[in-house]
């Protein structure tokens, strides 16, 4: 099978994440939604994306192409729908696209603004997806994910042993894979699975709580508390408090603070004791800023933390407000409650006016941190970042009155 994940009008709900990768390429449970498509297919997954982005995710078209919207997550279920779809069909939802198969000569005309040949479009009623559709569902719907990926993962595998003195509660549902440390921690997984990914290392003191992952090459800091429904990433340091996290990976919150129902991106940094706020004083609903509607929207949801895109960082001490939203390439620190919505490129903090984080400067740090994991900017990471930071500039109001 060829899959081609697009993205779909959702990609704007889910900025600043998919600012510098398409929406396939997001991370909830153990796995992205490319690599959990490509688990269950084992299948190519390549991408339809926005145009600065096709150099470092390109599409890969053949004679049959199964076409999938990239904010679904597969299921069982879903996944037998579209087996059985034949050439010029399709899969709906509430009539928003699911999936398509579709030949060459009909990708090319799909590409190219042509016609194409009408598709048999078939609704899929009440067969159950979990899809994406803002920014909290990542954390929100992570969880569930865990699980689901816990499953295929493990599946028919056998985990590596727990060490005699690490504590675990719930054994059956702990799977440790080849080559992680665990040192004297408790892991409970009575409410949820708790993967442990290849050379991860667990330190001393750790209490972790499922559904939980570990990526790979990832550490947990010596005493951390980890609450369900968290996931961190490949190559991540974190320590101190987080509860329904979600990390993307290659990302750092090493020391003390805490940090609930949120996501980071990759290659970000949060200081010595940052924390964040994910409940109102008053216990109201919390708005979310959204890029769709360039305004502040309702999430549905009372518990909701911080969203920071890739490569921002965040200075000692900082503290997130409920329902905090930071862009692309942000350096932010000082005392007192950041603003609710940080426009990528910012550079400061509450006791001073943001700037902008110049992008040479953004990209020097960038090189330097990826080095330091054994990762490469390369030229077409340094054109998505400035293409961002052009995006992005509407949104960074002191420019204009700068300039003026």
């Not at 920071?308 to 200075?315: E, F, V």
């Amino acid at each position: 099978m060829n899959i081609i994940l697009f993205d779909d009008d959702t990609r704007e709900k889910l900025l600043p994440l998919t600012y510098t990768k398409p929406v396939g390429m997001l991370r909830l449970g153990v796995l992205t939604i490319k690599e959990k498509w490509e688990k269950f297919f084992s299948a190519k997954v390549s991408f339809i994306t926005q145009d600065y982005l096709s150099d470092k995710f390109p599409i890969n078209i053949e004679d049959s192409n199964f076409v999938i919207n990239a904010s679904i997550l597969p299921s069982f279920h879903i996944c037998k729908l579209i087996e059985q779809l034949q050439e010029n069909e399709a899969l709906l939802k509430d009539g928003d696209l699911v999936a398509a198969l579709l030949n060459r000569q009909q990708f090319d005309n799909l590409i190219h603004n042509e016609d194409i040949n009408e598709l048999a479009g078939f609704e899929i009623g009440d067969t159950p997806l979990l899809r994406i559709t803002q920014l909290s569902d990542i954390f929100s719907l992570n969880a569930k994910a865990i699980e689901n990926d816990f499953d295929l993962l493990t599946k028919n595998r056998e985990s590596m042993p727990v060490p005699s003195y690490a504590k675990a509660i719930g054994r059956e549902k702990v799977f440790i894979e080849e080559g992680a440390d665990l040192s004297a921690c408790i892991i409970n997984a009575t409410d949820g699975p708790v993967y442990i990914g290849k050379n991860a290392k667990i330190l001393d003191g750790c209490l972790i709580r499922g559904p939980f992952v570990l990526g790979d090459h990832s550490v947990l800091k010596m005493g951390a508390k980890i609450y369900g429904g968290t996931s961190i990433g490949p190559h991540c340091k974190v320590g101190g408090e987080v509860s329904n996290v979600v990390f993307q990976g290659f990302s750092n919150k090493g020391h003390d603070g805490y940090l609930g129902n949120a996501v980071i991106g990759e290659w970000c940094n949060l200081g010595a004791a940052t924390n964040n706020s994910n409940l109102k004083n008053n216990y109201s609903e919390v708005k979310l800023w959204d890029y769709s509607s360039r305004s502040f929207a309702k999430t549905g949801l009372q518990f909701c933390g911080l969203i920071m895109a890739d490569h921002s960082k965040a200075g000692i001490n900082t503290m997130f407000n409920t329902g905090t939203v930071v862009g692309v390439g942000c350096n932010v620190y000082g005392a007192g409650y950041q603003k609710n919505f940080i426009p990528s490129f910012s550079w400061g903090g509450p006791d001073s006016s943001y700037k902008t984080h110049r992008i040479d400067k953004v990209i020097e740090t960038a090189n330097l941190v990826m080095q330091r994991r054994d990762q490469q900017l390369d030229q077409t990471d340094v054109d998505i970042l400035k293409h961002v930071f052009d995006q992005s500039s509407e949104y960074r109001g002191w420019e204009r009155q700068r300039s003026s």
